[in-house]
């Protein structure tokens, strides 16, 4: 390929959290270039074209602004995956990659049927030559079956002696958060492109150039970019991990978490990012990658390497065990009928999304012990907050409250599980006097003043502090 590759229609397959608000991004910051995203979830479809904003499938800070600029101009959402796909200079793989529940690999190594599936449509349908990113985080040397489920077709095709089709694969990983997922496009840290070809690694890095530094574009082989994601993700959440294990250790001892982050955060070699003590890590990416990593260590026969990153996913189940018995312990060991405040569901702030949330095994915990549960999250439908309960079936303890106040009405004690803003403000003199005595509070966010609500008679926990001392 001797001519500069310049890409003027863009196709991304998987129309999700990662999928939807990339695409936006690249849509405002490139007004010339056409952006289709598809996917063959035909409700999701709608969601994204429904003429109420209010009901894109997604919630993220931001996003709605762009999809009313953009939409319908030059970012459209469609199930014609085909048609989409024979347009495109360049496709984004954009599917969701679970970690496999069956056969080898099974609860470790990622699932890789999506990803299989979408490169087999690009293979059939793509016309020309045909740039294809993998924005899925996935295994090192998935680049490699992409590659070879592409070329074969290119064999097929010259077989059938029809239009000529030429592919490049690229990583092309994503660092987005949810619930900062615009501002993170829109303002990276850094781009990463891995890859071998040039002038397909020049293509992607000049959409890049239309809103983000050059020097802070990345090239790299393929195999460092596909590591690299995962390997950026394990050191986030191991730090997590480590700040909590030091929560508990405040706990017993009287030092205070939040102090010791700080501390040690202001040493530039720590940094102060990703130490918030917490109920443990959630979300679609850190554990799946995680897992990851392990397959691929003992994959290669690095047990050690395997083990070292089994700990940080040990750590973090033990930290939600921890909190569920704590808050059951506090409560005489029994929690039978009790009326639980569940305030927050999400995985974090800013975001609708309830994949791998520390709730679900908290809330299942003291389902077991028998409490009624009445769950606020300001952004969760109640469908998911059952379906990750109790497999979408009614359940007479699980009760789903449309306000704050209705939700710690009468009860025993409150759990803050997300750190929403709105409960950052929450009126504790109010909501005390409603609460059944002796009532507690349980802060899993470290967001409340113990001292505020130990004046108003509240008995309260926060992790990693101590309120013996
Ligand atoms: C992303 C990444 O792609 C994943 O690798 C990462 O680890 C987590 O984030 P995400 O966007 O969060 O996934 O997933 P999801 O919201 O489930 O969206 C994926 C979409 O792809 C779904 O809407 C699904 O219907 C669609 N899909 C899946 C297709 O359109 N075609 C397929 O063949 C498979
Ligand atoms: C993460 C990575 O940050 C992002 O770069 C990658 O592309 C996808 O995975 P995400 O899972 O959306 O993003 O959110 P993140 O902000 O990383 O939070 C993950 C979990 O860690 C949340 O449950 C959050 O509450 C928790 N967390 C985060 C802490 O407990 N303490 C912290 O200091 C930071």
Redesign the pocket.
Request: with cysteine.
């Given at each position: 390929m001797q001519k500069s590759l310049k890409i003027k229609n863009i196709c991304c397959?998987?129309?999700?959290?990662?999928?939807g608000p990339t695409m936006s991004v690249i849509a405002k910051n490139c007004p010339e270039i056409k952006i289709t995203v598809?996917?063959?979830?035909k409700q999701?479809i709608d969601s994204w074209n429904d003429n109420n904003l209010d009901n894109l499938p997604i919630y993220e800070p931001g996003l709605k602004k762009i999809i009313k600029e953009c939409r319908g101009k030059n970012l459209h959402f469609s199930c014609d995956?085909d048609s989409a796909i024979g347009q495109a200079d360049m496709i984004f793989l954009?599917?969701?990659?679970p970690t496999k529940s069956r056969g080898i690999g099974a609860g470790q190594a990622s699932d890789l049927k999506?990803i299989e599936?979408?490169a087999r449509k690009v293979a059939e349908a793509a016309k020309g030559t045909t740039i294809v990113v993998e924005?899925?985080?996935?295994p090192v040397k998935t680049a490699e079956t992409i590659k070879i489920i592409l070329d074969s077709s290119q064999k097929d095709n010259k077989f059938k002696n029809s239009e000529k089709k030429d592919f490049h694969v690229l990583s092309n990983p994503?660092f987005l958060a949810e619930g900062s997922a615009i501002n993170d496009l829109q303002y990276p840290d850094r781009v990463l492109i891995g890859g071998d070809n040039q002038k397909a690694i020049e293509a992607l890095e000049s959409i890049y150039l239309f809103w983000v530094e050059k020097d802070k574009i990345i090239k790299t082989n393929l195999w460092s970019s596909e590591l690299s994601k995962l390997t950026a993700n394990a050191f986030l959440a191991q730090r997590i991990s480590s700040i909590n294990s030091i929560s508990a250790l405040c706990e017993e001892t009287g030092a205070d978490v939040q102090e010791v982050a700080k501390a040690i955060g202001m040493d530039k070699r720590i940094g102060s990012s990703f130490l918030k003590s917490g109920p443990g890590f959630g979300g679609?990416?850190f554990k799946?990658?995680i897992l990851n990593l392990i397959y691929l260590s003992n994959y290669y026969g690095l047990k050690e390497v395997g083990n070292y990153w089994e700990k940080v996913l040990e750590l973090n189940e033990w930290q939600q065990s921890r909190i569920s018995q704590i808050i059951t312990k506090k409560l005489f060991g029994n929690l039978f009928d009790k009326k639980i405040s569940i305030l927050g569901f999400s995985f974090k702030a800013d975001t609708n999304d309830v994949r791998e949330s520390p709730a679900i095994k908290i809330c299942k915990d003291l389902l077991e012990e028998g409490a009624v549960l009445s769950i606020f999250d300001p952004k969760v439908e109640s469908s998911q907050i059952f379906e990750s309960l109790s497999n979408g079936d009614e359940n007479k303890n699980i009760i789903i409250s449309k306000t704050i106040q209705e939700s710690t009405l009468n009860a025993d004690a409150i759990v803050i599980l997300t750190e929403w803003q709105v409960f950052y403000e929450l009126r504790w003199p109010e909501i005390s006097k409603k609460m059944r005595k002796p009532s507690w509070v349980f802060d899993t966010r470290g967001i409340i003043s113990v001292k505020e609500l130990k004046k108003l008679g509240i008995n309260v926990w926060r992790v990693g502090f101590s309120s013996k001392i």
């Open positions: 397959i998987g129309a999700g959290y990662v999928g598809v996917d063959i979830n999701r995956v954009s599917v969701n990659t999506w599936a979408s924005k899925s985080t996935l994503e679609s990416c799946k990658d």
